[in-house]
Protein backbone atom coordinates (compact mmCIF):
# COMPACT_ATOMS: atom_id res chain seq x y z
CA UNK A 1 0.00 0.00 0.00
CA UNK A 2 3.32 1.94 0.61
CA UNK A 3 4.48 1.49 -2.70
CA UNK A 4 1.00 2.35 -4.65
CA UNK A 5 0.53 6.10 -2.03
CA UNK A 6 4.44 6.97 -3.23
CA UNK A 7 3.66 5.91 -6.84
CA UNK A 8 0.48 8.47 -6.88
CA UNK A 9 2.55 11.15 -5.22
CA UNK A 10 5.12 10.77 -7.52
CA UNK A 11 2.56 10.72 -10.85
CA UNK A 12 0.89 13.99 -9.02
CA UNK A 13 3.78 15.51 -8.87
CA UNK A 14 5.05 14.47 -12.56
CA UNK A 15 2.20 16.56 -14.07
CA UNK A 16 2.17 19.22 -11.56
CA UNK A 17 3.43 21.86 -14.25
CA UNK A 18 1.18 23.27 -16.78
CA UNK A 19 3.78 22.23 -19.47
CA UNK A 20 4.12 18.82 -18.36
CA UNK A 21 0.06 18.53 -18.86
CA UNK A 22 0.36 19.95 -22.38
CA UNK A 23 3.05 17.30 -23.05
CA UNK A 24 1.40 14.70 -21.61
CA UNK A 25 -1.91 15.41 -23.72
CA UNK A 26 -0.18 16.14 -26.78
CA UNK A 27 1.53 12.11 -25.95
CA UNK A 28 -2.25 11.00 -25.13
CA UNK A 29 -3.13 12.27 -29.05
CA UNK A 30 0.17 11.15 -30.80
CA UNK A 31 -1.00 7.35 -29.20
CA UNK A 32 -4.61 7.90 -30.59
CA UNK A 33 -3.68 8.97 -33.70
CA UNK A 34 -1.24 6.22 -34.53
CA UNK A 35 -3.69 3.54 -33.11
CA UNK A 36 -6.84 4.92 -35.43
CA UNK A 37 -4.61 5.96 -38.43
CA UNK A 38 -4.54 2.12 -39.86
CA UNK A 39 -8.43 2.96 -41.27
CA UNK A 40 -9.13 6.26 -43.20
CA UNK A 41 -11.78 7.11 -45.47
CA UNK A 42 -12.65 9.85 -47.73
CA UNK A 43 -16.49 9.91 -48.93
CA UNK A 44 -18.59 12.29 -50.34
CA UNK A 45 -20.30 12.63 -47.02
CA UNK A 46 -18.09 14.23 -43.88
CA UNK A 47 -20.21 13.12 -41.08
CA UNK A 48 -19.46 9.59 -42.56
CA UNK A 49 -15.81 10.48 -42.30
CA UNK A 50 -15.49 11.69 -39.32
CA UNK A 51 -17.24 8.87 -37.49
CA UNK A 52 -15.34 6.18 -39.30
CA UNK A 53 -12.04 7.57 -39.08
CA UNK A 54 -12.53 8.86 -35.51
CA UNK A 55 -15.56 9.07 -32.93
CA UNK A 56 -16.83 5.14 -33.40
CA UNK A 57 -13.58 3.13 -32.51
CA UNK A 58 -12.39 5.33 -30.18
CA UNK A 59 -15.83 4.93 -28.60
CA UNK A 60 -15.97 1.40 -28.89
CA UNK A 61 -12.04 1.45 -27.51
CA UNK A 62 -12.34 3.63 -24.66
CA UNK A 63 -15.77 3.49 -23.50
CA UNK A 64 -16.47 -0.10 -24.05
CA UNK A 65 -13.53 -2.29 -24.02
CA UNK A 66 -11.16 -0.11 -21.67
CA UNK A 67 -13.40 1.87 -18.91
CA UNK A 68 -16.53 -0.33 -19.69
CA UNK A 69 -18.31 2.28 -17.89
CA UNK A 70 -20.19 5.58 -18.65
CA UNK A 71 -23.06 8.43 -17.90
CA UNK A 72 -25.89 5.87 -18.61
CA UNK A 73 -24.15 2.42 -16.51
CA UNK A 74 -21.31 2.37 -14.21
CA UNK A 75 -19.99 -1.23 -14.06
CA UNK A 76 -16.69 -1.95 -15.06
CA UNK A 77 -18.14 -5.59 -15.48
CA UNK A 78 -17.13 -7.69 -18.89
CA UNK A 79 -20.19 -9.11 -20.69
CA UNK A 80 -19.32 -12.13 -22.61
CA UNK A 81 -21.28 -11.08 -25.48
CA UNK A 82 -20.63 -7.51 -25.09
CA UNK A 83 -16.81 -7.13 -25.16
CA UNK A 84 -16.45 -9.98 -28.03
CA UNK A 85 -18.49 -8.05 -30.09
CA UNK A 86 -17.06 -4.97 -29.30
CA UNK A 87 -13.27 -6.23 -30.37
CA UNK A 88 -14.06 -6.77 -33.36
CA UNK A 89 -13.25 -2.94 -33.91
CA UNK A 90 -9.66 -4.23 -33.84
CA UNK A 91 -9.75 -6.44 -36.89
CA UNK A 92 -8.99 -3.62 -38.89
CA UNK A 93 -6.09 -2.17 -36.81
CA UNK A 94 -4.87 -4.30 -34.33
CA UNK A 95 -6.17 -7.66 -34.44
CA UNK A 96 -3.74 -9.37 -31.98
CA UNK A 97 -6.25 -7.73 -29.23
CA UNK A 98 -9.60 -9.21 -30.61
CA UNK A 99 -7.64 -12.63 -30.24
CA UNK A 100 -7.06 -11.74 -26.28
CA UNK A 101 -10.62 -10.71 -26.14
CA UNK A 102 -11.55 -14.28 -27.38
CA UNK A 103 -9.13 -15.97 -25.28
CA UNK A 104 -9.95 -13.60 -22.07
CA UNK A 105 -13.66 -15.02 -22.46
CA UNK A 106 -12.93 -18.61 -23.09
CA UNK A 107 -11.75 -18.17 -19.60
CA UNK A 108 -15.47 -17.29 -18.69
CA UNK A 109 -17.27 -20.78 -20.01
CA UNK A 110 -18.02 -23.67 -18.05
CA UNK A 111 -17.75 -27.18 -19.65
CA UNK A 112 -20.45 -27.86 -20.56
CA UNK A 113 -20.16 -25.18 -22.83
CA UNK A 114 -22.69 -22.28 -21.00
CA UNK A 115 -20.67 -18.78 -20.04
CA UNK A 116 -21.21 -15.99 -17.01
CA UNK A 117 -23.32 -13.42 -18.83
CA UNK A 118 -21.17 -10.63 -17.37
CA UNK A 119 -18.01 -10.41 -14.85
CA UNK A 120 -16.49 -8.56 -12.61
CA UNK A 121 -11.88 -8.56 -13.06
CA UNK A 122 -10.07 -8.84 -10.30
CA UNK A 123 -13.05 -10.91 -8.12
CA UNK A 124 -13.79 -13.37 -11.02
CA UNK A 125 -17.26 -13.26 -9.89
CA UNK A 126 -20.29 -13.30 -12.01
CA UNK A 127 -23.82 -14.63 -13.38
CA UNK A 128 -24.36 -17.91 -15.12
CA UNK A 129 -27.11 -17.39 -17.60
CA UNK A 130 -29.64 -19.05 -19.37
CA UNK A 131 -29.31 -16.40 -22.40
CA UNK A 132 -28.93 -18.64 -25.12
CA UNK A 133 -26.78 -16.50 -27.53
CA UNK A 134 -23.93 -15.63 -25.66
CA UNK A 135 -22.09 -18.77 -25.92
CA UNK A 136 -22.34 -18.89 -29.72
CA UNK A 137 -20.13 -15.22 -30.04
CA UNK A 138 -17.05 -16.82 -29.31
CA UNK A 139 -16.63 -19.07 -32.29
CA UNK A 140 -18.32 -16.27 -34.12
CA UNK A 141 -15.38 -14.06 -33.28
CA UNK A 142 -12.72 -16.95 -34.03
CA UNK A 143 -14.54 -17.05 -37.45
CA UNK A 144 -13.97 -13.30 -37.65
CA UNK A 145 -10.82 -13.29 -36.36
CA UNK A 146 -9.77 -15.93 -39.11
CA UNK A 147 -11.15 -13.63 -42.12
CA UNK A 148 -9.10 -11.05 -41.06
CA UNK A 149 -5.52 -12.88 -40.34
CA UNK A 150 -5.99 -16.57 -42.18
CA UNK A 151 -4.86 -17.41 -38.59
CA UNK A 152 -5.57 -20.81 -37.74
CA UNK A 153 -3.42 -20.95 -35.35
CA UNK A 154 -6.20 -19.49 -32.69
CA UNK A 155 -8.27 -22.56 -33.05
CA UNK A 156 -4.82 -24.32 -31.20
CA UNK A 157 -4.90 -21.77 -28.33
CA UNK A 158 -5.44 -22.94 -25.26
CA UNK A 159 -7.33 -22.00 -22.45
CA UNK A 160 -8.83 -23.22 -19.24
CA UNK A 161 -12.70 -23.57 -18.26
CA UNK A 162 -13.77 -21.06 -15.69
CA UNK A 163 -15.11 -24.73 -14.27
CA UNK A 164 -11.90 -26.88 -14.58
CA UNK A 165 -7.90 -25.48 -14.41
CA UNK A 166 -6.92 -27.51 -17.63
CA UNK A 167 -6.62 -25.86 -20.69
CA UNK A 168 -8.06 -27.02 -24.06
CA UNK A 169 -8.22 -25.50 -27.14
CA UNK A 170 -10.46 -22.55 -28.60
CA UNK A 171 -11.65 -25.67 -31.17
CA UNK A 172 -12.58 -27.80 -28.37
CA UNK A 173 -14.53 -24.19 -26.38
CA UNK A 174 -16.31 -23.94 -29.66
CA UNK A 175 -17.40 -27.53 -29.68
CA UNK A 176 -18.93 -27.14 -26.23
CA UNK A 177 -20.65 -24.21 -26.89
CA UNK A 178 -22.20 -26.08 -29.84
CA UNK A 179 -23.11 -29.05 -28.36
CA UNK A 180 -24.93 -27.06 -25.35
CA UNK A 181 -26.93 -25.13 -28.19
CA UNK A 182 -27.65 -28.51 -30.07
CA UNK A 183 -29.14 -29.76 -26.72
CA UNK A 184 -31.39 -26.96 -27.05
CA UNK A 185 -33.59 -27.76 -29.75
CA UNK A 186 -37.58 -27.56 -29.99
CA UNK A 187 -39.37 -30.64 -31.32
CA UNK A 188 -39.85 -28.66 -34.87
CA UNK A 189 -36.23 -28.24 -34.64
CA UNK A 190 -35.82 -24.64 -33.93
CA UNK A 191 -33.63 -23.55 -31.15
CA UNK A 192 -34.49 -22.45 -27.92
CA UNK A 193 -34.44 -18.85 -26.30
CA UNK A 194 -34.24 -19.36 -22.90
CA UNK A 195 -34.18 -16.37 -20.32
CA UNK A 196 -33.77 -14.74 -23.73
CA UNK A 197 -31.48 -14.82 -27.01
CA UNK A 198 -29.96 -11.52 -27.75
CA UNK A 199 -32.54 -9.71 -27.05
CA UNK A 200 -32.41 -9.28 -23.32
CA UNK A 201 -35.60 -8.00 -22.81
CA UNK A 202 -37.22 -10.96 -23.64
CA UNK A 203 -36.55 -12.55 -20.06
CA UNK A 204 -39.94 -14.00 -19.79
CA UNK A 205 -40.51 -15.75 -23.03
CA UNK A 206 -38.85 -18.99 -22.46
CA UNK A 207 -37.83 -19.80 -19.37
CA UNK A 208 -39.31 -23.43 -18.60
CA UNK A 209 -37.24 -24.11 -22.23
CA UNK A 210 -40.16 -24.63 -24.57
CA UNK A 211 -39.98 -21.33 -26.34
CA UNK A 212 -38.40 -21.19 -29.50
CA UNK A 213 -36.11 -18.44 -30.94
CA UNK A 214 -36.24 -17.84 -34.53
CA UNK A 215 -33.45 -15.26 -34.84
CA UNK A 216 -31.29 -17.42 -33.00
CA UNK A 217 -31.67 -20.65 -35.19
CA UNK A 218 -30.82 -17.93 -37.90
CA UNK A 219 -27.60 -17.21 -36.30
CA UNK A 220 -26.65 -21.01 -35.13
CA UNK A 221 -26.74 -21.72 -38.05
CA UNK A 222 -25.17 -19.13 -39.99
CA UNK A 223 -21.99 -20.14 -37.41
CA UNK A 224 -22.52 -24.13 -38.11
CA UNK A 225 -22.42 -23.59 -41.70
CA UNK A 226 -19.35 -21.84 -41.34
CA UNK A 227 -17.37 -23.68 -38.84
CA UNK A 228 -17.86 -27.17 -40.36
CA UNK A 229 -15.22 -26.82 -42.98
CA UNK A 230 -12.82 -26.21 -40.20
CA UNK A 231 -13.96 -29.65 -38.26
CA UNK A 232 -12.71 -31.21 -41.66
CA UNK A 233 -9.53 -28.93 -41.46
CA UNK A 234 -8.90 -29.93 -37.71
CA UNK A 235 -9.04 -34.06 -39.41
CA UNK A 236 -12.22 -34.53 -37.46
CA UNK A 237 -14.51 -35.29 -41.04
CA UNK A 238 -17.08 -37.28 -39.28
CA UNK A 239 -17.41 -34.29 -36.78
CA UNK A 240 -17.80 -31.75 -39.82
CA UNK A 241 -20.73 -33.92 -41.33
CA UNK A 242 -22.36 -33.83 -37.95
CA UNK A 243 -22.62 -30.06 -38.02
CA UNK A 244 -23.14 -29.83 -41.46
CA UNK A 245 -26.59 -32.04 -41.08
CA UNK A 246 -27.27 -30.15 -37.86
CA UNK A 247 -27.28 -26.69 -40.23
CA UNK A 248 -29.31 -27.98 -43.17
CA UNK A 249 -31.84 -29.56 -40.36
CA UNK A 250 -31.86 -26.23 -38.99
CA UNK A 251 -32.58 -25.03 -42.26
CA UNK A 252 -35.10 -27.25 -43.34
CA UNK A 253 -36.57 -26.67 -39.93
CA UNK A 254 -36.41 -22.24 -40.36
CA UNK A 255 -37.62 -22.67 -44.19
CA UNK A 256 -41.01 -25.01 -43.06
CA UNK A 257 -41.90 -23.32 -40.02
CA UNK A 258 -40.35 -19.51 -39.75
CA UNK A 259 -42.69 -17.50 -42.43
CA UNK A 260 -45.21 -15.51 -41.01
CA UNK A 261 -47.37 -14.57 -44.26
CA UNK A 262 -45.17 -11.08 -45.28
CA UNK A 263 -42.01 -11.58 -42.71
CA UNK A 264 -40.08 -14.29 -40.31
CA UNK A 265 -42.01 -14.14 -36.94
CA UNK A 266 -39.83 -13.75 -33.99
CA UNK A 267 -40.44 -16.09 -31.14
CA UNK A 268 -42.69 -18.30 -29.48
CA UNK A 269 -43.71 -18.25 -25.49
CA UNK A 270 -43.24 -21.58 -23.44
CA UNK A 271 -46.97 -22.11 -24.18
CA UNK A 272 -46.31 -22.18 -27.92
CA UNK A 273 -47.96 -18.75 -28.67
CA UNK A 274 -46.33 -16.69 -31.14
CA UNK A 275 -44.63 -13.21 -30.88
CA UNK A 276 -43.53 -11.02 -33.83
CA UNK A 277 -46.12 -12.03 -35.65
CA UNK A 278 -49.50 -10.52 -37.39
CA UNK A 279 -51.57 -12.87 -34.84
CA UNK A 280 -50.49 -10.17 -32.83
CA UNK A 281 -51.96 -6.94 -31.86
CA UNK A 282 -48.96 -5.32 -30.90
CA UNK A 283 -45.02 -5.94 -31.87
CA UNK A 284 -46.46 -7.35 -34.79
CA UNK A 285 -43.18 -7.28 -37.12
CA UNK A 286 -39.72 -7.90 -35.57
CA UNK A 287 -36.44 -6.63 -36.83
CA UNK A 288 -33.74 -9.33 -36.33
CA UNK A 289 -35.65 -12.32 -37.87
CA UNK A 290 -35.83 -10.09 -41.05
CA UNK A 291 -31.99 -8.84 -41.18
CA UNK A 292 -30.61 -12.10 -40.13
CA UNK A 293 -32.75 -14.36 -42.49
CA UNK A 294 -30.44 -11.86 -44.91
CA UNK A 295 -27.11 -12.22 -43.35
CA UNK A 296 -27.17 -15.65 -42.52
CA UNK A 297 -28.36 -17.12 -46.27
CA UNK A 298 -30.75 -19.14 -44.21
CA UNK A 299 -33.50 -18.17 -46.21
CA UNK A 300 -34.01 -18.19 -49.97
CA UNK A 301 -33.04 -14.64 -51.96
CA UNK A 302 -36.30 -14.26 -52.71
CA UNK A 303 -37.75 -14.61 -49.33
CA UNK A 304 -34.92 -12.35 -48.13
CA UNK A 305 -36.57 -9.84 -50.32
CA UNK A 306 -39.61 -10.02 -48.81
CA UNK A 307 -38.24 -10.03 -45.34
CA UNK A 308 -36.52 -7.06 -46.05
CA UNK A 309 -39.57 -5.19 -47.72
CA UNK A 310 -41.63 -5.63 -44.69
CA UNK A 311 -38.69 -3.57 -42.78
CA UNK A 312 -38.88 -1.06 -45.30
CA UNK A 313 -43.24 -0.55 -44.58
CA UNK A 314 -43.24 -1.11 -41.30
CA UNK A 315 -39.78 -0.74 -39.38
CA UNK A 316 -37.67 1.64 -41.20
CA UNK A 317 -38.13 5.71 -40.07
CA UNK A 318 -36.74 8.83 -40.16
CA UNK A 319 -33.99 7.78 -37.10
CA UNK A 320 -33.01 4.11 -38.23
CA UNK A 321 -35.04 0.91 -38.16
CA UNK A 322 -37.09 0.06 -35.52
CA UNK A 323 -36.53 -3.23 -33.25
CA UNK A 324 -40.50 -4.06 -32.85
CA UNK A 325 -43.27 -2.37 -34.29
CA UNK A 326 -45.86 -0.99 -33.09
CA UNK A 327 -44.94 -0.74 -29.28
CA UNK A 328 -46.81 -2.77 -26.79
CA UNK A 329 -49.24 -0.75 -24.60
CA UNK A 330 -48.88 -2.51 -21.60
CA UNK A 331 -46.46 -5.16 -19.79
CA UNK A 332 -46.48 -8.62 -20.07
CA UNK A 333 -45.20 -11.13 -17.26
CA UNK A 334 -44.89 -13.83 -20.09
CA UNK A 335 -42.51 -11.59 -22.14
CA UNK A 336 -40.51 -10.10 -20.06
CA UNK A 337 -39.23 -6.70 -19.31
CA UNK A 338 -39.29 -5.37 -22.99
CA UNK A 339 -42.96 -4.66 -22.07
CA UNK A 340 -42.34 -2.64 -19.13
CA UNK A 341 -40.33 0.45 -21.16
CA UNK A 342 -42.77 3.12 -21.85
CA UNK A 343 -43.87 2.69 -25.67
CA UNK A 344 -41.30 3.93 -28.23
CA UNK A 345 -38.40 3.94 -25.64
CA UNK A 346 -35.49 1.26 -26.41
CA UNK A 347 -36.10 -1.98 -27.40
CA UNK A 348 -40.17 -1.27 -26.93
CA UNK A 349 -40.73 0.34 -30.61
CA UNK A 350 -37.60 2.23 -30.38
CA UNK A 351 -34.66 2.55 -32.67
CA UNK A 352 -32.49 0.08 -30.74
CA UNK A 353 -29.53 0.95 -32.88
CA UNK A 354 -27.41 -2.35 -32.31
CA UNK A 355 -29.99 -4.07 -34.04
CA UNK A 356 -30.37 -1.15 -36.37
CA UNK A 357 -26.98 -1.76 -37.68
CA UNK A 358 -27.22 -4.73 -38.89
CA UNK A 359 -30.60 -3.33 -41.49
CA UNK A 360 -27.78 -1.43 -42.79
CA UNK A 361 -25.52 -4.50 -43.78
CA UNK A 362 -28.42 -6.16 -44.69
CA UNK A 363 -29.87 -3.56 -47.29
CA UNK A 364 -26.31 -3.64 -48.77
CA UNK A 365 -26.02 -7.17 -49.11
CA UNK A 366 -29.00 -6.97 -51.28
CA UNK A 367 -27.56 -4.16 -53.15
CA UNK A 368 -30.30 -1.69 -52.30
CA UNK A 369 -27.80 1.53 -52.08
CA UNK A 370 -30.80 4.14 -51.04
CA UNK A 371 -31.94 2.07 -48.49
CA UNK A 372 -29.14 1.23 -46.99
CA UNK A 373 -27.84 4.95 -46.69
CA UNK A 374 -31.32 5.55 -45.31
CA UNK A 375 -30.79 3.11 -42.30
CA UNK A 376 -26.95 4.50 -41.83
CA UNK A 377 -28.35 8.27 -41.98
CA UNK A 378 -31.01 7.42 -39.32
CA UNK A 379 -28.20 6.53 -36.64
CA UNK A 380 -26.01 8.85 -37.72
CA UNK A 381 -25.49 10.80 -34.65
CA UNK A 382 -23.71 14.36 -36.25
CA UNK A 383 -26.78 14.26 -38.53
CA UNK A 384 -29.35 13.79 -35.97
CA UNK A 385 -27.57 16.38 -33.62
CA UNK A 386 -28.37 19.13 -36.10
CA UNK A 387 -31.46 19.18 -34.20
CA UNK A 388 -30.29 19.59 -31.01
CA UNK A 389 -33.65 20.05 -29.21
CA UNK A 390 -35.37 17.42 -30.22
CA UNK A 391 -32.30 14.62 -30.21
CA UNK A 392 -30.70 16.17 -26.92
CA UNK A 393 -27.92 14.08 -27.01
CA UNK A 394 -23.98 14.21 -27.70
CA UNK A 395 -23.96 14.71 -31.75
CA UNK A 396 -20.56 12.73 -31.69
CA UNK A 397 -20.67 9.15 -29.97
CA UNK A 398 -23.74 6.46 -30.96
CA UNK A 399 -26.57 6.08 -28.99
CA UNK A 400 -27.79 2.92 -27.45
CA UNK A 401 -31.44 3.89 -28.78
CA UNK A 402 -33.41 6.30 -30.27
CA UNK A 403 -37.32 7.34 -29.66
CA UNK A 404 -39.66 5.48 -32.00
CA UNK A 405 -42.66 7.28 -33.45
CA UNK A 406 -45.01 5.80 -30.16
CA UNK A 407 -43.06 7.85 -27.89
CA UNK A 408 -43.75 11.43 -27.49
CA UNK A 409 -40.02 12.25 -27.46
CA UNK A 410 -39.90 10.76 -30.97
CA UNK A 411 -36.34 11.22 -32.42
CA UNK A 412 -34.39 11.52 -28.63
CA UNK A 413 -31.52 9.68 -28.39
CA UNK A 414 -30.28 8.02 -24.94
CA UNK A 415 -27.84 5.64 -23.74
CA UNK A 416 -24.76 7.31 -25.28
CA UNK A 417 -21.57 5.69 -24.83
CA UNK A 418 -22.03 2.94 -23.37
CA UNK A 419 -23.65 0.86 -26.81
CA UNK A 420 -22.26 -1.72 -28.55
CA UNK A 421 -23.67 -0.20 -31.79
CA UNK A 422 -20.54 1.81 -32.33
CA UNK A 423 -18.25 -1.30 -32.92
CA UNK A 424 -21.39 -2.53 -35.48
CA UNK A 425 -21.88 0.49 -36.98
CA UNK A 426 -18.49 0.93 -37.72
CA UNK A 427 -18.07 -2.49 -39.04
CA UNK A 428 -21.11 -2.42 -41.28
CA UNK A 429 -20.19 0.65 -42.75
CA UNK A 430 -16.51 -0.19 -43.97
CA UNK A 431 -18.08 -3.85 -44.74
CA UNK A 432 -20.75 -3.58 -46.60
CA UNK A 433 -21.68 0.09 -47.66
CA UNK A 434 -18.04 0.83 -48.61
CA UNK A 435 -17.72 -2.86 -49.25
CA UNK A 436 -14.52 -3.58 -48.19
CA UNK A 437 -14.09 -6.86 -45.77
CA UNK A 438 -11.79 -9.25 -45.21
CA UNK A 439 -12.15 -13.04 -46.11
CA UNK A 440 -9.11 -15.57 -46.09
CA UNK A 441 -8.47 -15.16 -49.58
CA UNK A 442 -7.77 -11.54 -49.02
CA UNK A 443 -9.67 -8.28 -49.24
CA UNK A 444 -13.05 -8.46 -51.22
CA UNK A 445 -14.42 -4.90 -52.45
CA UNK A 446 -18.08 -5.13 -52.83
CA UNK A 447 -19.43 -1.74 -52.36
CA UNK A 448 -22.98 -0.06 -52.23
CA UNK A 449 -22.68 3.67 -52.11
CA UNK A 450 -25.31 5.97 -53.14
CA UNK A 451 -25.52 6.66 -57.25
CA UNK A 452 -24.60 10.36 -56.46
CA UNK A 453 -21.59 9.61 -55.33
CA UNK A 454 -18.67 9.81 -57.54
CA UNK A 455 -16.50 7.38 -55.45
CA UNK A 456 -14.23 7.26 -52.48
CA UNK A 457 -11.55 6.32 -51.01
CA UNK A 458 -10.21 3.89 -47.97
CA UNK A 459 -6.79 3.30 -46.48
CA UNK A 460 -7.15 -0.24 -45.02
CA UNK A 461 -4.77 -2.54 -43.37
CA UNK A 462 -4.77 -5.81 -43.54
CA UNK A 463 -2.10 -8.24 -42.94
CA UNK A 464 1.13 -6.35 -42.68
CA UNK A 465 0.16 -4.38 -45.11
CA UNK A 466 -1.54 -1.30 -46.26
CA UNK A 467 -4.05 -0.94 -49.39
CA UNK A 468 -4.94 2.27 -50.85
CA UNK A 469 -8.04 1.80 -52.46
CA UNK A 470 -9.32 4.48 -54.79
CA UNK A 471 -13.14 3.84 -55.66
CA UNK A 472 -14.06 5.50 -58.58
CA UNK A 473 -18.59 5.00 -59.18
CA UNK A 474 -19.15 4.61 -63.54
CA UNK A 475 -22.59 4.62 -62.60
CA UNK A 476 -22.96 0.62 -61.75
CA UNK A 477 -22.16 -2.13 -59.32
CA UNK A 478 -20.29 -4.47 -61.00
CA UNK A 479 -16.82 -4.52 -59.69
CA UNK A 480 -13.28 -4.07 -61.79
CA UNK A 481 -10.12 -3.98 -59.96
CA UNK A 482 -6.44 -3.33 -61.24
CA UNK A 483 -3.62 -3.97 -59.14
CA UNK A 484 -0.47 -2.83 -60.44
CA UNK A 485 -1.80 -2.21 -63.99
CA UNK A 486 -3.22 -5.58 -64.47
CA UNK A 487 -7.27 -6.20 -64.31
CA UNK A 488 -8.09 -8.75 -61.70
CA UNK A 489 -10.81 -11.74 -62.42
CA UNK A 490 -12.38 -11.27 -59.23
CA UNK A 491 -13.26 -8.89 -56.72
CA UNK A 492 -11.13 -10.07 -54.03
CA UNK A 493 -7.94 -8.46 -54.03
CA UNK A 494 -4.95 -11.37 -53.03
CA UNK A 495 -2.81 -11.21 -50.23
CA UNK A 496 -0.01 -8.82 -51.29
CA UNK A 497 3.89 -8.31 -49.70
CA UNK A 498 5.20 -5.28 -48.93
CA UNK A 499 4.26 -1.93 -46.59
CA UNK A 500 1.96 -0.29 -49.74
CA UNK A 501 -0.06 -1.07 -52.16
CA UNK A 502 -2.47 1.37 -53.97
CA UNK A 503 -5.44 -0.20 -56.05
CA UNK A 504 -8.35 1.19 -58.22
CA UNK A 505 -11.99 0.03 -58.45
CA UNK A 506 -14.58 0.77 -60.84
CA UNK A 507 -18.03 0.63 -60.58
CA UNK A 508 -19.59 -0.40 -64.05
CA UNK A 509 -22.58 -1.60 -65.06
CA UNK A 510 -21.22 -4.41 -67.06
Request: charged share 20%; net charge negative.
Amino acid sequence: MKESKEAIKTSIASLSAPSAIDAALSAVKVRWDELLGNLEIVTPDDSLNLLVNRWLRYQAIAGRLWGRTAYYQQSGAFGFRDQLQDSMVWLPVKPEETKKQIQLHARHQFKDGTVLHWWHPITETGLPTQMTDDLLWLPYLILQYIDETADYGILSASEPFYDDEKPVSLYEHSLAAFERVLSRLSERGLTLIGAGDWNDGLSAVGLDMKGESVWLTQFFYHILNRFYPLCTRHGQKDLADKYKTAAEALKKAFNEFAWDGEWYWGATKDSGEKIGSHENSEARIWLNTQTWAVLSDIAPLDMQEKAMKAVTEHLLKNYGALLIAPAYSKPDDHIGYLTRYAPGRRENGGTYTHAATWAIAAYAKLKQPLLAKKACDGINPILNGADPLRYLAEPYVTPGNIEGPDSPHYGMGGWTWYTGSAAWYQKNIVDWILGVRATVEGLKIDPCIPADWPGFTIKRFFRGTTYHIEVLNNGGQNVVIELDGQTLKSNIIPVQSGTEVHVKVYLKTN
